[in-house]
């Protein structure tokens, strides 16, 4: 039944538009043209100059035939180009398909093919696996080469370089509005651990809505500067290029996370933003001190991907970042949930502080809902700190689903809910706190041992940088805790030791039985990969 409030008051060009972040471009090169958009080595452009160069690349893919709903690949470091790729390839009405720049040809292969790209733009430094991959793909698709001053190495392997298709842009050009704000703008595919990686649609909503969240959510300043210590090949950088363009912000690039040069940045650029999981937290808070003095002007850092340890927020802190905890998937467009300070943690003791801000915390503005559930039932389990249940999500900033895998995407949508397959308890305050993956749990002799509290434990003693706890089989217990770690330079510890000190700071049946020193797998964007310990675990 139509009510007096619908009666001839429909949606008009004049008042109503699909939501896409690519608004955000536009109208931060209208009011801020000589703002400065994009620093890396040489290059500093203002954001007049970075909208003509991402209308260029629009237009010239354009006038290569790519079009609307095609996919544009990119295999790319945090470059200038990665940054203008996330406008130029949407704005042609193409669907961005950021790579993961440590796959092997193989796995590059599948996501083109899967993908069906109809171009892939190459960094230098990836020009051999990229010609491998789409050799091996079988593919017929434009191979466009960036060409990067500062790096030296790699070959051309395409048929046309970045500048090439900038310059080959009709004058005539419009770009692209989206016709409806849930057509696709990205395809971001997940790790593929256990099989081929899934791909992830986002859409052109869901983009700018979490855009616009990281602002509220970090209370970030107009004109922040901005660090890529997140590549942005992940989650198409948790979605802070478009965030930059929102609120005219500065893109401090970065084609590799070292501590030397990251400190350096943040004092020459005046850096007041970045992100990263833990390990490159820790990889600052480990640094030589004549690197880490003390900042002298107000720095922000937001982390993700494991629960942070407590000793490694109190590290950064001290040396003047501010840490922000937050928690999110590939699915989700990278965070979605935030540890929000509250008032009544001023004053707080540091470690007490610490373990508060270790928790995942609570939506963000983008994200309509959370539970921590019973898998199966999904009914909430109670808000005590202690019972375990999965993490459910639902709202704007959740994918659209997974490329052609219906069955996927019907798994994890379960009653109105996105299913995380992360296990949780949920605090009186309504925080949730993980407690591991569901494959990470460790189960031994009936009793559930979250693998994240004793990888918490073990970053307390001084002598280790990185640390991983897995389950390995026990004929007793089913299974026993079993720690990798990852010491400090010159430091020495042995496994007698190191077991004495867990079991001296947590219940004895959690501490790990076995302890195996050396250096850790990381993942490109510094997550541990236990899934590959778990089969060293399994194989001593």
Known sequence: MQTIFEDGLGQTQANHEPLTPLAFLRKTAAVYP????????????????????????????????????????????????????????????????????????????????????KAVLVDPEFSDVVQRAVRMSGREMLVIDIEDVSYEGGTKIGSMTY?????????????????????AISLNYTSGTTGNPKGVVYHHRGAHLNAVSNIV?????????????????HC???????????????????????????????????????????IVLNLLANAPDRLKRRLDHPVKAMTAGAAPPASVIAAMEEMGVEVTHVYGLTETYGPSVICMPQTAWSGLPGDELSRLKARQGVPNMALDDLMVADPETQN?????????????????????????????????????????????VQHPDGYVEIKDRSKDIIISGGENISSIEVEDVLYRHGDIMAAAVVAK????????????????????????????????????????????????PKTSTGKIQKFLLRDRARQF
Request: glycine share 8%; aromatic share 12%; proline share 6%.
């Open 217 to 233: 959510t970090w209370t970030m300043p107009r004109h922040a500067s901005y660090l890529w210590t997140l590549p942005m090949f």
């Open 163 to 183: 500048d090439e298709v900038l310059a080959s842009a009709s004058p005539d050009f419009q770009w692209v509005v989206p016709d409806d704000e849930w057509d």
């Open 34 to 117: 000589d703002q400065l958009a994009v620093v890396y080595h040489g290059v500093r452009r203002n954001w007049a100059q970075t909208y003509a160069r991402c209308f260029a690349l629009a237009g010239g893919l354009s006038a290569q035939g790519i079009g609307r709903g095609d996919t544009v690949a990119i295999v790319a470091a945090n470059i200038p180009e990665m940054f203008e790729a996330h406008f130029g390839v949407p704005m042609a009405g193409a669907v961005l398909n950021t790579i993961n720049t440590r796959l092997d040809a193989e796995t590059i292969s599948f996501i083109l093919n899967h993908g069906e790209a």
């Open 380 to 424: 909430p389990v109670p808000r005590d700190g202690l019972t375990i249940g999965e993490i459910f999500m639902r709202g704007n900033c959740v994918m659209k689903g997974y490329l052609k895998n219906p069955s996927a995407t019907n798994g994890s949508f379960r009653g109105g809910w996105f299913a995380s397959g992360d296990l949780a």
């Open 236 to 278: 198409n950088g948790w979605c802070f290029p478009w965030t930059l363009a929102a609120h005219a912000g500065t893109a401090v690039c970065l084609r590799a996370v070292r501590a030397e040069d990251v400190f350096d940045l943040i004092y020459r650029e005046k850096v007041t933003h970045f992100c990263g999981a833990p």
């Open 473 to 520: 089989p026990d004929e007793t217990w089913g299974e026993t805790p079993c720690a990798f770690v990852e010491l400090k330079e010159g430091r020495h510890l042995s496994e007698a030791e190191l077991i004495a000190f867990c079991r001296n700071q947590m219940a004895h049946f959690k501490a790990p039985r076995y302890v195996i020193f050396g250096p850790l």
